[in-house]
Nanobody, 122 residues
């Protein structure tokens, strides 16, 4: 399985970005898709997760109400719409693929994208 994340960039506080994660090769082995982020000097933290159809979603408290995760099963792509962004959202964002039981810890996921930098200026 290969995961390709894109869509990062520089945005002002209060602005929006949309990240995409396209999966290829053996995608049938993935049930849960998640987004994590890692800021300099900090551990990788959970942001959101969903299944391919987007019928179940979970969010970290820090992004709830601002970020929306969605899935497009036909395109094998997951999106993370980020609104009302804050400087503390600055991090490298990673998409990850896991099984049905994958939860909110990085160890639950078997496949990782390369990461995309998101920077929010104040």
């Amino acid at each position: 399985v290969q995961l390709q994340a894109s869509g990062g960039g520089l945005v002002q506080a209060g602005g929006s970005l949309r990240l995409s994660c396209a999966a290829s090769d053996l995608t049938y082995s993935i049930y849960t898709m998640g987004w994590f982020r890692q800021a300099p000097g900090k551990e990788r933290e959970f942001v959101a997760r969903t299944n391919w159809r987007g019928t179940t979603t979970y969010y970290a408290d820090s992004v709830k109400g601002r970020f929306t995760i969605s899935g497009d099963n036909a395109k094998n792509t997951v999106y993370l719409q980020m609104n009302s962004m804050k400087p503390e959202d600055t991090a490298v964002y990673y998409c990850a693929g896991g099984s049905f039981s994958a939860g909110s810890t990085p160890e639950d996921y078997n496949y990782w994208g390369q990461g995309t930098q998101v920077t929010v200026s104040s």
